[in-house]
């Protein structure tokens, strides 16, 4: 669709016709030289003298050139566009972070899979997560491992393909043996810290509690909820066990409220697939759309058009009219003498 940036512009239109109504001649005084023979001089040349201004006449060419180039002119001034056809944008509202534990513990063959077949704890919880991920379509995914260290496996994308690969190739034991949690939350925190969204989202799974951080959990919960992060999390070891490998409930309940989140626990694959099937429902996917229409600029058009037609003119009256002109009066000169 054909449109003008500045219409009121064209207001201006009719300005040369004003200033030539409304403004007296432009005239100017110059000095002249008195000389005895004035009288003769007028009759040899057949002129008559008279009061008044001399008045330079143009011709009918540009009298037509004139108005048309002002109108291109005015018109580009106003700034012609073309709008094309409204696109919409979608773009991802909230940034999901997943944190799973690597640690030895995760290594134990307590679970049971869609075969009946026992597994390990973590080739059930990529299971699992692997299907929570293929029913996110619009988040940023970004995917955490930690053990007695914690790194970013995969940053905040879209590309949910490569981030479900990367999660096929999580293996025990690969960030080390022991539990990190708090830095885990850490990592979190840096990963978003430049991110746009204001939803942002971290479920941390783990088997064990806390034995290998260098940021206590609960601090690192509270710098968290000042990133406007909520944390969910999810236990899924034994709370009786002793040592590393005990999951400390208690702790992960406390690292989600204090962000306002909630804490859950799984002892089995269909419980873990039930609690990622609530998360599902309690984050549901969000978007932000956005409508516009690209404009293409067209100013470059009408002024171009001026232009050339200036140019046409001087280079028609240089090359044609003025050799007619010089021809004219070469031959009025010659005529002269023939004339006495």
Partial sequence: MFQLEHPWLLLILPSPLLVWWLLPPYGERTRAIRVPFFDDLSRITGQTPSRG?????????????????????VLALAGPQWLEPPV??????????????LSGSMATPDFVDEQGRRTDRLTAVKGVVDEFIQRRTTDRIGLIVFGTNAFPQAPLTLDHVAVRELLDELRVNMAGPQTAIGDAIGMAVKMTEHSQQRDRVLILLTD????????????????????????HTIGIGDPHATGEDRVDLQ???????????????????????????????MTPSKVKHSVYRPKVKLYYYPLGAALLLMLAYHLLMLGLLAPI????????????????
Avoid: F, M
């Avoid at 919409?88 to 534990?101: F, N």
């Avoid at 406390?254 to 873990?272: D, F």
């Avoid at 002109?325 to 006495?340: F, H, K, V």
């Fill in 325 to 340: 002109a010089r021809r004219r009066a070469a031959e009025s000169l010659t005529a002269e003498p023939t004339e006495g």
């Fill in 53 to 73: 201004a001399v008045i330079l006449r143009g011709n009918w060419l540009r009298r037509i050139l004139a108005p048309i180039c002002w109108v291109l002119a």
């Fill in 208 to 231: 064990g509690n806390d034995t290998a951080s260098r940021l206590p959990p609960e601090k690192a919960a509270a710098i968290a909820r000042a990133h406007h992060i909520v944390i």
């Fill in 88 to 101: 919409e944008r979608t773009e991802s509202a909230r940034d999901l972070l997943l944190a799973i534990d």
């Fill in 251 to 281: 702790a992960l309940q406390r690292i989600a409220k204090a962000t306002g989140g909630q804490s859950y626990r799984g002892e089995n694959r269909q419980q873990l697939a039930g609690i990622y099937a609530l998360l599902d429902r």
